[in-house]
């Protein structure tokens, strides 16, 4: 099987980043899973594109739009990849409200496509992370 490569993974990224469905579905498979950390309005299991769409959109509309994920580092295997990003933001209405942690994804491919993502928070970065959503 051939590696899964790190220009995979940021297409990914940067197909999710648009919020288009179309582009979204060249590199996730339709009934996708992403498992969302903490304890918070936005945590748990989104079950396919539309879903993970729409937790996408919820979040852009909580955050004004600063959401932002930085990619660290990337290492990736035959079908699977992780990556730890940097996730940074601030609250609508609320700019001095800021969310600043690291996250690791771990996240399962088939056939060129991710079918199964899942977060991790670092340290008291869920504590932080369920506060800014909340």
């Known amino acids: 099987m051939p590696l899964i490569t790190s220009e995979q993974v940021a297409a ?3 197909a999710l980043s648009t919020g288009d469905r179309t582009r979204m579905l060249e590199c996730w498979h339709e009934d996708m899973r992403w498992l969302v950390p903490g304890h918070n309005r936005l945590s748990g299991w989104k079950n396919n594109v539309d879903e993970f769409l729409a937790f996408m959109a919820e979040v852009g509309r909580l955050s004004d739009n600063s959401f932002r994920m930085d990619s660290v580092v990337v290492n990736t295997t035959e ?3 992780a990556d730890v990003t940097r996730n940074t933001g601030h609250r609508a209405g609320d700019p001095g409200r800021r ?3 690291d996250v690791i ?3 399962r491919w088939r056939a ?3 079918y199964e993502a899942r977060g991790a928070i670092f340290g008291d970065g869920t504590a932080q992370y369920d506060a800014f959503w909340s």
């Open 112 to 114: 060129g496509k991710v």
């Open 79 to 81: 079908d699977s990849s």
């Open 12 to 14: 990914a990224y940067a």
């Open 105 to 107: 994804h771990w996240m």
């Open 99 to 101: 969310l600043d942690i």
